[in-house]
């Protein structure tokens, strides 16, 4: 499974960003397609998550409300509508998969995208 994440750019607080998530490969019903955010010398943070099989939706704490995470199975995309941007958003986002069933732990993704940088400045 290849990942490749993109949209990824600078805004000012409170505008909004899509990112999208290009997955090719083998795939099947029971993956699950997360987003994650890493700050230079922090953990690596859920963000959100979706089952690519009925669209289940999962997200972070810190992004619920603001987040939207969809999947268009023709095309083969996860996208994360982000709204409400807030500079603490400032991350590298990194899209994810694995064979299911986990969602939240990162430990549970086996397939990782290179990254897309968001920067949200005050």
């Known amino acids: 499974v290849q990942l490749q994440a993109s949209g990824g750019g600078l805004v000012q607080a409170g505008e909004s960003l899509r990112l999208s998530c290009a997955v090719s490969?083998?795939?099947?019903?029971?993956?699950?397609m997360g987003w994650f955010r890493q700050v230079s010398g922090k953990e690596r943070e859920f963000v959100a998550a979706?089952?690519?099989?009925?669209?289940?939706?999962y997200y972070g704490d810190s992004v619920k409300g603001r987040f939207t995470i969809s999947r268009d199975n023709a095309k083969n995309t996860v996208d994360l509508q982000m709204n409400s941007l807030k500079p603490e958003d400032t991350a590298v986002y990194y899209c994810?998969?694995?064979?299911?069933?986990?969602?939240?732990?990162?430990?549970?993704?086996?397939?990782w995208g290179q990254g897309t940088q968001v920067t949200v400045s005050s």
């Open positions: 490969g083998r795939t099947s019903s029971t993956y699950v």
């Open positions: 979706i089952k690519w099989s009925g669209g289940n939706t």
């Open positions: 994810a998969a694995n064979q299911g069933p986990g969602v939240y732990g990162r430990s549970w993704y086996d397939y």
